[in-house]
Every structure is written in C-alpha cells, then in structure tokens.
C-alpha cells in the first residue's frame, strides 16, 4: 500500500560504532536492475535505516549476498549516513543513496526491503509504516518500546501478507536450534526452569544536565514518536539505551535476546501468567533511568523463567555471564552464547554439546522467506520478537512500579511470591553481588515492584489500570501507532 496519507515520519537511529561489517575487498555489484515483482534470480534492492551501530552488522549481512543489493542508507544524523553510505559504495561498487527521512525511503517503488536498526523506540513504528508502503521488513531487538505497539506489528504483518523477521539471530543458527529441538524432546526431561543471564558491565553515563545535540542530527526527526524533550545525556549515540524515553535498559537491549532463548527453550508460545520484578540502579548516579542491577520472574504455572540483569563487575553463574540454564527433571543445560549449549546430568557430567552458527544465517532465512512469500519460513517471525519483546516490557513495568525497600524487607517480600525458583537463594546472590561491589545497602533500597497478574491472551494485567497504562506511551503527533482499529 502506498502511503498517500505521508505522514510525516521523522527518523531514528544509532547504537554504537560497528564498521567492522566493512573491512573487507570490495565485491562489484550492479544495483541498476529495475524493482517490483522479483523473479529468482533478481536482487532484491535493500535499504537500512540507523547506521552508526548495529545497522551496519545489517548491512554486513546484506552485502555477503549476490542477489541482494543496498541502494539507500537513511540516518537522522546525516554525518554518519552520508559516511555509511560512501563506505558502503565503495565495498560493494555502486551508489548508495542517504536520506534523512525515511519516509522517502517508505514511498520509494524500488526499494523491496528495509532493514531497521534505529533507537528502540523507533522499530515498530518504523516496521509498520515499511509494510504499509508494501516492504519486507528485518527489524532489530527489541521489535519494540511497549508491548501495544509489538502487537500491531505483527497484525500489521499478517494485513499485508509482509515478511517481518525480528533480530533475534539464535533463532537461526544451527546449534541453538538443535539444542532446543533436543530440549524439546526431553533431553533433560521436563523443564521446571530457565534463567537468562546479562552479567555485562556497563559505567556511567555521566552527570544529567542540559545537552545540545549534534548539529548533524535532526533531532525532531531522532524523537519521533517520543514526546519533545531536552537531551539529558553527554554522550548522545548508545547511551539513549539507559534512558525510558528511547531505551529499555539492557533487559531490552542485551537481555532480549536470552530472554528470546529461555522462551523458545520452555516452549512457551504467550506472554507470562504473572510478572515481577526488582532492583534499581547502584555503584553511580548519572543520567541514567534504568536498572543496573535487576531480577524478573515470570510465572507460567509450573515453569518460571527468572532473568537477572547485572551492569556492575561480577562472576559467571554456572559457566555462564550472557546466557541461559535450563533445569530439567533429569540435568540442565547451559547456554553461554548466540550458537553453542552444553548438556549436563544431576551430577554435573557432560552428556551432550550443540555449536555451530553466525549472524549470516538468519539474514539468509530473512531473504529466503521474501522470496517464498510465507512468514512461516522465517526463524524469527515478529510474532516471537513480539512475545519475547513484550515479556522484558512487562518486567520493566513492574520495576517501575516498585517500592523502595531495605534488603530485608526485599528479602521477605521476594520469599512469599510463588516460583520454581528459590527465590531467595537468588536474592542472596542478588544482595551478596551488591556488596562485592561496595554498594552500602544500609544506604541504598532495592526497588521490589508488584507482582502483576496478567491475562497472557488479551496481553493486559488484570486489576491494575496503572499498569495497563505502560502497555503503550503518549504518542507525538504525526508518529502514531495505529490503534488495532486504524490498521
């Protein structure tokens, strides 16, 4: 569908520096060939919007490819695009167009797909403005910034009979797949468990205060669908992970993706019965909102999937830092990577290893399925981006809605909520990392939020309006998500 209405979409973008995707002999290719229906053998034109991070791992992907070819880069800060855009012409011998809009992007018949890389509270507006102009899309975690807006986005996808994969790569590479299939199988035997893992570092942010942003940067455009608001951080690019109003912590940055696998691994195809949460933001104070140091517990009746976030120096668990344990009735499993597993039994013996993969995979699944037209190709349909999307919203949410306690009071409120976890085993662990890291919990609370019923079909939290109100965000006009009835 074209987009007569041209509502005025104002860009989005940037992670942190990734060229690494470029470093390599250009490759000639022709991009004059003419767009619309592609025949086996066509190159399907590609165009990438956010490319000063993770967006050019998207165009590293698109360009191992013969029969696909990047014609457009978009970027709000047009000194990073229009530099993208010149390093891209030279690695793969043709122009490369840059725009600032996407919209322009959107209304251009050539372009076939769009692969979206922006801030996070871009990727499903951004999505479904794309396959109402008639692209395919590959959108980056998390497929979005609330949980109404993932849920258009697949409805939005299935209207328009478009293909949406979410970033969500271990889904493609065949050592997870086998892992999990063996999983599935009873490999451990029935699961009551799984624990995803982000122990990953992260320092401060720096002091809040008024900045101005690059002048390269539009950044009404950058904005979009936010509210209009004074940049509150130094460091302009990435940083936006640690704030609400474009970011969702590294539950939703990092943690996404293992929360993706712990999901896929308990073979749990809804949104969780019931969702808690706590933790908050030790060791500094900067401009940053989100939590530093935080637990999720997901409640799917007898199976939990119980997430920890750590931002501050810290051990492995199990052998793992950014993963996911399975428990079985019979062993566990470990899950250290994108690509690898390790089996165990009772006794912590080696019964079965899994590896193999790379990124590549799963934009080689991307291609595959526009070129067979059937989502059910995909590995990583926005179905599931949505679902394991939407649980780190959810986890987010009741953070947000938490109280300030001591870490005894913590401790006695974590004990009486119901898991297959030992929940205050992980609290300990949870407390005793604090210490390690010199945080004086005589001094500093624990945010404990509530436990949140949630009715998995219709995707909102049963007896709580506050609640049900961060399920979606204040819109700034002309960005809006349609509402359900507007798709």
């Known amino acids: 569908m074209r987009r007569d209405r041209r509502r005025f979409l104002e860009d989005s973008m940037f992670a942190a520096a990734a060229a690494a995707a470029m470093a390599s002999t250009p490759r000639m290719i022709r991009a004059d060939e003419p767009s619309g229906d592609k025949g086996p053998n066509s190159r399907l034109h590609v165009a990438v919007i956010g490319v000063n991070g993770r967006g050019m791992s998207h165009v590293g992907g698109f360009l191992e490819r013969d029969d696909t070819v990047v014609t457009h880069v978009c970027d709000a800060d047009t000194a990073v695009g229009e530099k993208r855009a010149a390093e891209i012409a030279k690695r793969q011998g043709s122009r490369v167009e840059h725009v600032q809009d996407m919209r322009e992007i959107f209304d251009n018949d050539t372009i076939d797909c769009v692969s979206i890389a922006t801030p996070n509270h871009w990727h499903s507006l951004a999505a479904i403005w794309a396959m109402q102009a ?10 979005s910034h609330n949980v109404s807006e993932g849920r258009r986005c697949v409805q939005v996808a299935r209207k328009y009979g478009k293909i949406c994969q979410a970033g969500t790569q271990s889904r493609s590479n065949p050592g997870l797949r086998e892992a999990i299939a063996w999983l ?11 624990r995803g893992l982000c122990y990953k570092p992260r320092g401060s942010i720096g002091p809040r205060g008024t900045y101005q942003p690059p002048e390269s940067v539009d950044y009404s455009l950058y904005l979009g669908p936010a509210q209009m608001e004074p940049l509150t951080r130094p460091k302009f690019h990435y940083d936006w992970h640690w704030q609400w109003t474009c970011g969702n912590g590294d539950l939703g940055n990092q943690g996404i993706h293992q929360v993706d696998i712990a999901r896929w691994g308990l073979n749990e195809n809804a949104l969780s019965q019931s969702v808690f949460s706590y933790g908050g933001r030790f060791g500094y104070e900067d401009a940053g909102e989100t939590a530093n140091t935080q637990v999720c517990l997901y409640g799917y009746g007898p199976k939990s999937l119980v997430f920890e976030v750590r931002g501050l120096k810290t051990d492995d668990y199990r052998g793992a830092k950014v993963g996911v344990i399975f428990e ?21 013996k080696e019964i079965k290893s899994f590896s193999g993969g790379s990124d590549q995979n799963h934009y080689d ?3 595959k399925a526009v070129r067979s037209g059937n989502h059910e190709d995909l590995n990583g349909d926005i179905l599931e981006g949505h679902l394991s999307s939407a649980l780190c919203h959810t986890g987010n949410i009741s953070y947000r809605l938490g109280e300030d306690m001591t870490a005894q009071a913590a401790l006695e409120a974590i004990k009486a909520v119901k898991s297959t976890d030992d929940n205050a085993a992980t609290m300990e662990r949870f407390v005793q990392h604090l210490k390690d890291n010199n945080v004086d919990l005589a001094k500093s609370k624990i945010g ?16 709580n309006d506050t609640a049900n109100e961060m399920l979606t965000r204040d819109y700034r006009a002309p960005y809006v998500v349609p509402k359900e009835s507007e798709i």
């Open 134 to 143: 008639g692209k395919h899309v590959y959108v980056e975690k998390p497929v």
């Open 184 to 194: 599935h199988d009873g490999g451990i035997g029935e699961l009551t468990l799984a």
């Open 328 to 348: 079985g009735k019979d062993g566990y499993m470990v899950v250290p990577s994108y690509s690898n597993a390790t089996a165990f039994d009772k006794d912590g």
């Open 365 to 367: 699944n991307f291609v």
């Open 448 to 463: 404990v939020g509530p436990v949140l019923a949630m009715n998995p079909e219709a995707e909102t939290f049963e007896g």
